[in-house]
């Protein structure tokens, strides 16, 4: 099964790809898809609703997974990101794949053990768990291996965080 979780974002959007296979998860792929500041946003958008496209044809995942939007103190910001997390669920909608979210600290509880570990921690942990041979950057991109990982351990429980 191969599973892909992201980080939403506007000018950065994480992602991680991997495979679980039994009780293994190997990871495929990770990143970011960037949009540049100063960009309008109607074009911002087409980037990453291209980019997300390309991605999940790519890969072809079995299920999707997203980190659920956190407090933020700019209004603005919130908007913008609410809007860009719109398109990149739009495109697994598009593609026909289950959707699931979970908060900031269901996913640091999953990773870490700890729901309210630093990026630092989660980025070690995950590069623990993956046995990658060095620490997956930037933050963002850890973040969407990390909501991909959350996905695969919750398995069992999935259907308590299919995004309605």
Do not use: H, W
């Not at 860009?84 to 509880?109: C, D, N, S, W």
């Not at 973040?143 to 398995?155: R, Y």
Request: charged share 25%.
């Amino acid at each position: 099964m191969i599973l892909l979780g992201i980080d939403p974002g506007l000018a950065l959007v994480g992602y991680g790809v991997i495979r679980m296979e039994g009780g293994r998860i190997t990871p495929l792929e990770y990143g970011c898809i960037e949009t540049l500041a100063g960009t309008p946003l109607p074009e911002r958008l087409e980037i990453i609703d291209r980019e997300m496209g390309k991605l999940i044809d790519e890969y072809e995942p079995d299920q999707m997974a997203f980190e659920e939007l956190f407090y933020y103190r700019n209004k603005t910001t919130i908007i913008s990101v609410a809007q860009a997390r719109g398109v990149e669920i739009l495109a697994g909608v598009k593609r026909g794949l289950p959707i699931y979210e979970f908060t900031p600290p269901q996913i640091k509880q999953a990773i870490t053990g700890y729901g309210r570990a630093d990026k630092l921690q989660i980025q070690r942990s995950i590069q623990a768990l993956l046995g990658l041979t060095e620490l997956p950057k930037p933050d963002d991109a850890a973040d969407g291996l990390a909501v991909a990982m959350t996905l695969a351990f919750s398995q069992r429980f999935r259907e308590d965080y299919r995004m309605e």
